[in-house]
């Protein structure tokens, strides 16, 4: 198990390193130099000049590449080239909205698909299978910000059950934050609901042909038994790896869904940074969300092991 | 209602459980009472009117070739059978008419009055739950048994299959364990509440032949103990012939002849049941052929795999297939490699056929050898050739016969084309006993026989010197077994042909070699003349693996076979 | 062949015959404004009514369509045409540096959220189809990748193809004779599946401005110029969002339909 734990602590590390340089090489072939961007068209040579000094531009790239990768791993950000501030703590304050939206909408969607493809899997071919499936298909249609733009419509506009977009801080205490983010998240969630709810009926259908569940039954389990208790856990396999990929498309997701709800999360900050060629914002935010990808794909390796003892013998 | 008795006193059940099995001690009504069953399975006829019975205590073998619907007969006891099936009939156990009752009522049935043993020991367990777990899951689904107690009385029925506490603690997982101790949980859960019927599904086919014979030593001793009825399904007569107390044998769907072993032995009534009788103690008929030249030429072979490494940055460490293996066959031989899985006999054959590099060591054959630098000798593959045991997997579905035939011309610097090709293609299927027109067939048109007979075809095309049989009859019905037998005697006679059959099988083996190899843990530990090894082995291993193979009675009435003066 | 795939290649034929007829013809022309006609909910003039510049919002859904599907077309042919290869090579030469290199890659780029990635492409390079198509594309190359090679995998252990070594064809040769051919339908499915999800991935990117550039119209523009009105006239933000749903609910439909019909097994269930 130990052993195992250290191999994907190893592999995250490599990905993170790798993702790091690629990131960089990405935004700095961008055209445009964020000092003469700053100043304007009009501004003289040397003034530019003196900013990228200032700036920490003039050195060689992988110099910045080494200083910006090295300040990552203690936390240090660097600055803004445009606000002068911590990137920091200006992505700190833009994890308070973006994280609870992710992990909110990710709750929501894990909490509709497991019974919805349980529910199918066990009714397979009946008219409850038919029905989750047409859902599914439908969800799985649905462009996510599109469907936000229809909550709005209803449960905002008409209804005036929300409010149509903004937040309030989580000041103001839990709840109020919480019902700003319901709405954004389950426009995130459903569509990836249904993406899970099919992996999850699918993978059960394979579990149930195997010969494991034949001896389940030849105990004297009934079909149901047999699901939840030899079914289930089989099944949880490939979807954990599932849970996994969609965090990123949530966190992705987010992204544009914070457009829609004009919530002040990481991706209106990726937007802004982007349209002010702040370049170390963006890379920092775009880093950040990699790292929050491979430590969810290095957290699902480890429930694997959770779930599946194999995996633990081996590695 | 299931009381646990000591395993070590059989007779302690019937007066501990006054409930109905002493009352049936008197009763003459059998165990269980099939009669005139039918099963169709949307609305194709899978089993037809069959009937048949089996007694407390007594083991009844049901056989015959696959489609015979030995296993549905099987599942129809067990209520079991797959979707859209329709039974009618009477199928009574124990007083109970199983066809007449409901789900949960079978299902309370299931694993308490009767057990199931599958074929598959590999799959046939939870991969994520502990062996613990699940034998005494069997326990805690029928009876009110407190979880402390149902783990212990799992834990004793571990001990009883042969899976001691001390070795195999409840908390293994099933990866961890080998097929046959697989076998053994299987065999655990299925007896753990002492069912009255237990069903066996050809419980040992996939296991080694050493294995095989623990295996229905545990299940016979199961049987005597409990006074349990055993129903045995197996397509080998000879695993049951010193086993079964009645053979059924069935044939698409109906049940030709039954009756007590040894009766049904010594006289057999219809001509199916004495063709499958020929057919499982067939001998291929070999001609005496002088050994030739050194045709091939294995010196001092290892092949190595790597294992994972055993700590983070530990060295690798490695796994030796083939250790230092040497033989040499000559033309026209015919020499067989027998072993158990896992002896390295098919690294071995990929060695040969040049599809693994050797770490040390040459294969060599004509002189030459396999493999140059690290590549395949195209001169040296041409003259051999390989047919394996999959009948089904080993031709491209989307390809016509004679596209597969045709391939191995890929070796040829000139290959035949036009006219020659058809005629090479014509030849080829004719060699092997099919009509040149086949040619032009997809595979799906062929039964498992006809495909290894098309396999053989293109091992023939262009004529090598040498033909490995990799497991090629292995998946064959015995009575198609007998005749893919015949025609590679015959072939090996007309084309001069030089033969290295791989098998697990040794009876197979003994049947179509003139010489034989005994390979174990990567090593070929004994070789000599078939007859002389099969008769008089030197090595302990052989002689453990001979014994435990299974054998039929010798044939009555005069079968020649027997008497055959070469074995 | 099941209703569902009927209605799938249906639904798609539908929004591909509406592409192509948009450069013979549409209902009215894209590019003229009639502010008096502004926000027309649907009438029999205009079905899908106007939007807030008058303009037509059938024609613009039929010139849209041709983005959509160029793009994600386009996307699906890059991951395909270089992921299938890589898979190829990875599963001939299994646990070689080659297939160690590739497969790191996949899961390098699977790293990387892809619509960030995405954005970071456009925003970067500069808004507008090509760069779209691009970004795109490179997410679907360890996807193809990736089933090619799994797939591979299992048929290099087939017997057949061990026959096909036995008679000394190339790993090359072997996989574009045995191993392509029967992965196809795979290929296929995978395909279908991914030009729906690219579909999806172009109205994102048009939504937040880094897609097609005005004047070319996008699904995913339109949704974007709807967000402020759909208080007013809902019909501008429905119209295009039952677009984008109908034409990829379509290819899902004829991805599944076409799985369970080209899969021999369920074939052989079936009948």
């Known amino acids: ?315 | 209602m299931t009381v646990f008795s000591d395993p070590k006193y059989p007779g302690e059940r019937e007066g501990q459980s006054p409930s109905h099995r002493s009352d049936r001690a008197n009763d003459p009504k059998p165990l269980l009472d099939i009669q005139n069953l039918s099963v169709a399975i949307h609305g194709k006829p899978i089993l037809k009117g069959i009937s048949l019975t089996i007694g407390m205590g007594e083991i009844v073998a049901i056989t015959g070739e696959s489609g015979s619907g030995k296993s549905m007969t099987a599942l129809a006891t067990i209520g079991l059978l797959p979707h859209g099936s329709d039974a009618s009939g009477c199928l009574s156990c124990n007083q109970d008419d199983l066809l007449t009752l409901t789900e949960p009522q079978l299902c309370k049935l299931r694993g308490n009055e009767i057990g199931m043993v599958f074929q598959e020991p590999m799959t046939a367990l939870n991969p994520v739950q502990s062996i613990g777990d699940q034998v005494a899951e069997t326990i805690l689904i029928h009876t009110n048994t407190p979880r402390a107690e149902a783990f212990k009385r799992a834990a004793e029925v571990l001990t009883r299959v042969g899976l001691p506490q001390d070795r195999f603690p409840l908390s293994r997982y099933p990866h961890e364990l080998s097929g046959g101790q697989r076998q053994r949980v299987v065999i655990a859960m299925a007896i753990a509440l002492r069912p009255k019927l237990l069903i066996a599904d050809e419980p040992t086919t996939a296991l080694d032949v050493t294995t095989q014979a623990q295996i229905l030593d545990l299940l016979q001793k199961l049987v005597r103990e409990d006074g349990m009825g055993l129903m045995m399904i197996t397509h080998d007569l000879a695993v049951v012939s010193d086993m079964a107390d009645r053979i059924v044998v069935m044939r698409h769907g109906e049940i030709v002849e039954q009756g007590p072993t040894r009766a049904l032995f010594a006289n057999m009534q219809h001509p199916y049941t004495r063709a499958l009788f020929e057919a499982s103690r067939h001998q291929a008929a070999l001609e005496d052929k002088p050994g030739g030249s050194a045709l091939l030429e294995v010196r001092s072979a290892c092949r190595d795999y790597r294992t994972p490494r055993k700590t983070l940055f530990g060295p690798q460490g490695s796994f030796r297939a083939v250790d230092d293996v040497s033989f040499t066959i000559n033309k026209g031989e015919r020499v067989g490699l027998v072993g158990e899985s896992g002896c390295g006999k098919s690294t071995l054959t990929r060695a040969i056929l040049g599809l693994e590099p050797l770490q040390s060591g040459a294969i060599l054959l004509d002189g030459q050898p396999v493999f140059t630098h690290g590549n395949t000798n195209l001169d040296v593959r041409r003259k051999m050739q390989v047919v394996f045991q999959d009948p089904y997997g080993s031709f491209n579905p989307r390809h016509k016969v004679e596209r597969l035939i045709t391939e191995p011309f890929h070796l040829l610097p000139d290959p035949p084309i036009g006219t020659k090709r058809r005629e090479a293609v014509a030849e080829a299927l004719t060699a092997v006993g099919l009509h040149p027109d086949d040619a032009g067939k997809y595979i799906h048109a062929f039964s498992g026989g006809q495909r290894q007979r098309i396999a053989i075809a293109r091992a023939l095309i262009i004529r090598p010197e040498l033909i490995v049989f990799d497991e090629a009859v292995s998946a064959l019905d015995v009575r198609v077994r007998a005749q893919i037998l015949d025609l590679m005697a015959d072939l090996s006679r007309d084309y001069g042909l030089t033969y290295l059959f791989i098998s697990h099988d040794l009876s197979v083996v003994r049947s179509i070699t003139d010489k034989v190899m005994v390979m174990e843990s990567g090593r070929i530990i004994e070789q000599g003349p078939t007859a002389s090894v099969f008769d008089n082995p030197s090595e302990w291993y052989t002689k453990s693996l001979l014994e435990a193979a299974p054998t039929l009675p010798p044939a009555t009435g005069g079968g020649d076979h027997a008497a055959d003066p070469t074995l | 062949m099941k209703p569902s795939l009927i209605l799938g290649l249906a639904l798609s034929a539908l929004f591909l015959l509406a592409a192509l007829l948009s450069y013979l013809w549409t209902p009215y022309a894209i590019d003229t404004m009639a502010i008096a006609d502004r926000l027309k909910p649907p009438s029999m003039a205009h079905p899908f009514g106007t939007d807030h510049f008058g303009r037509d919002m059938l024609s613009m859904i039929m010139v849209g369509a041709r983005t959509s599907i160029a793009v994600a077309l386009v996307a699906v042919g890059i991951g395909m045409g270089l992921g299938v290869p890589l898979g190829l090579a990875a599963a001939a030469r299994k646990g070689s540096l080659l297939d160690e290199v590739i497969m790191r890659g996949n899961d390098l780029v699977f790293a990387f959220p892809s619509l960030v990635i995405a954005i970071l492409i456009t925003a970067i390079f500069g808004p507008g189809a090509v760069n779209a198509i691009i970004a795109i594309g490179i997410f679907n190359i360890p996807v193809f990748a990736r089933l090619t090679r799994g797939a591979a995998l299992s048929l290099w252990q087939r017997e057949f193809i061990m026959a096909a070594r036995v008679s000394g064809k190339s790993a090359a040769r072997i996989s574009a004779e045995h191993i392509l051919p029967n992965i196809a339908n795979l290929l296929i499915v995978q395909g279908t599946i991914q030009f729906s999800l690219g579909i999806l991935a172009e109205a994102g990117l048009s939504y937040v401005g880094l897609g097609a550039q005005p004047p070319i119209p996008s699904w995913g523009r339109m949704l974007a110029d709807a967000q402020t009105m759909v208080a007013l006239a809902p019909h501008v933000a429905l119209v295009p969002g039952l677009t984008i749903v109908a034409m990829v609910l379509g290819l899902n439909l004829l991805g599944d339909g076409l799985r369970d019909w080209l899969d021999p097994r369920l074939r052989v269930l079936r009948t």
């Not at chain 1, 950000?77 to 909205?97: E, I, K, N, P």
């Not at chain 1, 001896?215 to 009934?222: F, I, M, V, Y």
Request: aromatic share 10%; hydrophobic share 55%; charged share 15%.
């Open chain 1, 1 to 315: 198990m130990l052993r195992y734990f250290f191999k994907r602590l190893t592999s995250l590390i490599v990905s993170l390193a790798i993702a790091s340089l690629v990131i960089f090489l990405v935004v700095e072939v961008a055209p445009g130099d964020p000092a003469s961007y700053m100043l304007g068209i009009n501004a003289q040579p040397d003034t530019v000049a003196a900013l990228r000094a200032e700036l920490g531009l003039d050195v060689p790239k992988w110099q910045r590449f080494l200083a910006w990768a090295g300040g990552m791993v203690t936390g240090d950000f660097g600055t803004s080239y445009t606000y002068r501030t911590s990137v920091s703590q200006m992505v700190a304050d833009r994890l308070w909205v973006s994280l609870p939206l992710a992990l909110y909408a990710l709750t929501l969607s894990t909490l509709i698909a497991f019974p919805a493809g349980i529910y199918a899997a066990a009714r397979r071919g009946k008219a409850g299978d038919l029905a989750v499936m047409g859902a599914t298909q439908l969800g799985v249609a649905i462009p996510n910000f599109w469907f936000a733009m229809m909550l709005v419509l209803v449960f905002a506009i008409n209804l005036r059950w929300f409010n149509a977009g903004g937040f309030p801080g989580w000041e103001g205490g839990l709840l109020p934050g919480l019902k700003a983010l319901t709405l954004p998240a389950i426009a995130l969630a459903l569509p990836q609901a249904a993406i899970l709810a099919r992996v999850m009926r699918s993978s059960l259908l394979d579990i149930l042909g195997e010969d494991f569940m034949r001896t389940a039954r030849a105990k004297g389990l009934s079909y149901r038994q047999a699901l939840w208790k030899h079914g289930v856990r089989n099944a949880l396999i490939p979807v954990l790896t599932i849970i996994g990929l969609q965090f990123s498309f949530l966190l992705a997701g987010a992204i544009i869904i914070e457009q829609v709800f004009y919530l002040p999360g990481l991706g209106r900050l990726i937007f802004q940074s982007i349209g002010q060629r702040d370049l170390i914002v963006v890379e920092s935010v775009v880093m950040l969300l990699v790292f929050a990808v491979i430590v969810v794909n290095f957290l699902v390796d480890l429930a694997y092991a959770i779930v599946d003892p194999r995996l633990r013998a081996r590695a």
